[in-house]
């Protein structure tokens, strides 16, 4: 797949921008890929994320991998600040885990090639 490292570098930026801008603080961010498979990995604190946020994350995060539409849209992302990009991230990666708890905000996605 053509452009690997820039659509992985596009999800970190993305969803970084995303934490910061809902107000999460002390930012962690695990990336590892292994073979064919990448993992990223967001652990942030952040007392006060509501349910709506929490839902309208996860929905949007947990769109289908669509390979066809991040072949041509995968470099828009990030070019505004609309949570239709979330969708985007959701459409690049293969399985997203979002787990809130005590505070801390974990978003865990897994990226096939």
């Known amino acids: 797949m053509k452009h690997l490292r820039q659509r992985n570098i596009k999800i970190l930026s993305e969803l970084t ?3 910061v801008r809902i107000g999460c603080s002390d930012l962690h961010i695990d990336f590892n890929t292994k073979g064919d498979i990448t ?10 994320i509501s349910e709506q946020i929490l839902n309208d994350l996860t929905s949007q ?18 070019d505004n600040d609309s949570s239709s990009e979330l969708s985007l991230v959701g459409m690049m990666t293969d399985s997203v ?10 978003i865990s996605l897994t990226r096939l090639k």
Not at 61 to 78: C, K, T
Not at 97 to 106: A, R
């Open 39 to 48: 993992y990223i990995s967001f652990t942030s604190v952040n007392p006060d």
């Open 61 to 78: 995060l947990n769109m289908p991998r669509r390979q066809d539409i991040e072949e041509y849209y995968w470099a828009l992302n990030g």
């Open 97 to 106: 885990d979002v787990n809130y708890t005590n505070d801390v905000l974990k």
């Open 17 to 19: 921008s995303y934490l």
